[in-house]
């Protein structure tokens, strides 16, 4: 017997039904520097809500490239 459920069964762990509601947000832009360069830097948004407190979470990235094309 697997200690996993299928989707939508109660969670074998907590025995309640867990169901998830996700939020994304990125937003980012493309600055042309010189000649071939250019950088890129993005801000990342997800909220996680769940039934089950454990699986509840938000996190905030920040990510940045540099990029030469030839």
């Known amino acids: 017997m697997s200690s996993a459920g299928a989707y939508g069964d109660p969670d074998p762990l907590f025995a309640k039904t867990r169901v998830d509601r996700q939020t ?31 699986f509840k979470y938000d996190r905030m990235a920040v990510t940045a490239a540099l990029r030469y094309q030839f």
């Open 24 to 54: 994304d947000f990125n937003a980012g832009f493309i600055y042309a520097m010189d000649y071939g360069w250019s950088f890129t830097p993005v801000i990342s948004y997800t909220d996680t809500r769940s039934t089950l407190d454990v």
